[in-house]
């Protein structure tokens, strides 16, 4: 199996900051990679798929980038609603998992 | 409006079964994969299974295979769980999600909002 390794796994940071979230493949997965934002007591929502095409609706301050085994995720400019759980998924191949998350909260 | 809305969920004592179910509507079921996620409590993301749009690949993680089956049933746009010998560590929010889109693999593009399965004697 995949492993994906978030880092870090807890970011505090003030509105307006840009903050990068990095996830690692222990093995080369193209650009099979999403992203995902997820706040508590809510499901998943897709941000980021095929490492850095921005899903519908997404507001730009969002990006992604990577290929291989090395993908980051950025926020330019935090807002307050961005704070919230932070997850990658590669589907490169099955089983398609997850990264550990990253929480992300107002300093 | 895609929406996905799952049911069945609740408490069963070990060794126990559950079946889940997933309601689809606002796309066409029948042309689009589905998947089952589940997050234990406090924990993070955990992909369970995932079913092709005409059923003919299936896949499960380790952790379930053998005890869980995925179905769907296209005519009633509807995905299902069946959950046996169920164990304590089962015990999640499980999450109905559908691919992004109809071909390739690029991500679970809608979910719904989760059914909690509580696995405790």
């Known amino acids: 199996d995949i492993q994906l390794t978030q880092s870090p796994s807890f970011l505090s940071a003030s509105v307006g900051d840009r903050v990068t979230i990095t996830c690692r493949a222990s093995?080369?997965?193209?650009?099979?990679l999403a992203w995902y934002q997820q706040k508590p007591g809510k499901a998943p929502k897709l941000l980021i798929y095929a490492a850095s095409t921005l899903q519908s609706g997404v507001p730009s301050r969002f990006s992604g980038s990577g290929s291989g085994t090395e993908f980051t995720l950025t926020i330019s400019s935090l807002q307050p609603e961005d704070f919230a759980t932070y997850y990658c998924q590669q589907l490169n191949s099955y089983p398609p998992t997850f990264g550990q998350g990253t929480r992300l909260e107002i300093k | 409006e895609v929406q996905l809305v799952e049911s069945g969920g609740g408490l069963v004592k070990p060794g126990g079964s559950l079946r889940l179910s997933c309601a689809a509507s606002g796309f066409t079921f029948s042309s689009y994969s589905m998947n089952w996620v589940r997050q234990a409590p406090g924990k993070g993301l955990e992909w369970v299974s995932s079913?092709?749009?005409?059923?003919?690949?299936?896949y499960y993680a380790d952790s379930v295979k053998g005890r869980f089956t995925i179905s769907r049933d296209n005519a009633k746009n509807s995905l299902y769980l069946q959950m046996n010998s169920l164990r304590a560590e089962d015990t999640a929010v499980y999450y109905c999600?559908?691919?992004?889109?109809?071909?390739?693999?690029?991500?679970?593009?809608?979910w719904g909002q989760g059914t909690l399965v509580t696995v405790s004697s």
């Open positions: 999600a559908r691919d992004l889109h109809d071909y390739g693999d690029y991500g679970l593009g809608y």
């Open positions: 093995q080369g997965i193209s650009s099979y």
């Open positions: 079913i092709s749009s005409s059923s003919s690949y299936i």
